[in-house]
């Protein structure tokens, strides 16, 4: 891949991107508990709903022609509202458990970076400028965001640390790999796909501590009230950034 391709579908990935970025994955955690447990429509029901919508707008994106950014964020909303609903569903409901649960998405989401790689030579952001590349794009997004709910889960819940330890673990994990980034030369991909993976479950625990009842360690916001704030936020995020892709330039060493 040339490091200074550009064309590619996504925004610049900038400071800017992540902020964005952690506020529709906490919009995902808090938009999907409303449907699912305020709203109580369960969540299967919730997962079929906002799958629906993921199914609607990632056609629309791939369709596109060239990048709209409300597009772009609408899609990324969509995948961390039917990421949470579906990783609770399979975590809860199914009764796999959030250890369980994130090991098989896991695997789920290594099996399609992998295939990605395998069938395109890379899985650069840079490259996202083909219909077959962004249906591998979306696809990674969507389970990342997935597993990322699980892990959030699991951290908050199950290894004690409650919602606001299991966000600092996760905002270290992240500061981790941006050092490894910019200090040790880390892979441009690699340090974006694990960025991504890491935000939705920092985004999960901001999330539940916004809304989960005091006795659980949460704030006990309105999920609907939270939901639409953060929304609010997201678009003057969306309308203060830019309204070309970006040209995600990458050093030889981020070409994976």
Known sequence: ????????????????????????????????????????LGYALSSVIFFALFAVTVAAQIGARSFNRFLYWVVIVATTTVGTTMADFADRSLGIGYVGGSLVLLAILLTVLGLWWFTQGSIAVATVSTPKIEAFYWATILFSNTLGTALGDFFADDSGLGYEGAAVVFAIGLGLVALAYYRFNLSAALAFWAGFILTRPLGATVGDTLTKPFADGGLHLSRITSSAVIAALIAVGVLLSGRRAGSHPARPAGNA
Request: glycine letters at 12%; aromatic letters at 4%; zero cysteines.
């Open 1 to 40: 891949m040339n490091p200074t391709q550009g064309a590619a579908k996504v925004p610049e990935v900038t400071l800017g991107f992540w902020i964005i970025k952690i506020l529709a994955t906490t919009l995902g955690e808090t938009g999907g508990d409303a449907l699912s447990m305020t709203m109580d």
